[in-house]
């Protein structure tokens, strides 16, 4: 994507009445002012018990209006209820892409 840009003309006057001019092109640059944003406030999935260790859970999709840098989104899991699933999940930073990353035992998960 191209950079907005202003464009325009300059003119220097001297004390006689002589001018000069040159053309002036500036290009905005993107600044970090906005956040990421997700496609849903809550997202859902189900995964079976036993289900092996990489198995597709969810993929999870945010946006964020920026551009470059400032625009790429990484993903992580902040936090893990009940905390006996702490290990039982991970998510791929680029892609959102969640899995389970440990054997899942409905019974020993408890809320």
Known sequence: ???PRWSGSVIATD???REGST???INIQDSNDNSPRFAQEVFSASVVENAPAGTFVYKVV???LDNGLNGEIRYEIES???KSA??????EQKSGVISTSGE???E????
């Open 1 to 3: 994507m191209l950079a």
């Open 23 to 25: 053309q002036l092109v």
């Open 80 to 82: 893990v209820d009940p």
């Open 86 to 91: 702490t290990s039982k999940f991970e998510i």
């Open 15 to 17: 004390g006689g009445g």
């Open 104 to 106: 899942i035992d409905r």
């Open 108 to 111: 020993t998960m408890k809320t």
């Open 62 to 64: 945010a946006d964020d």
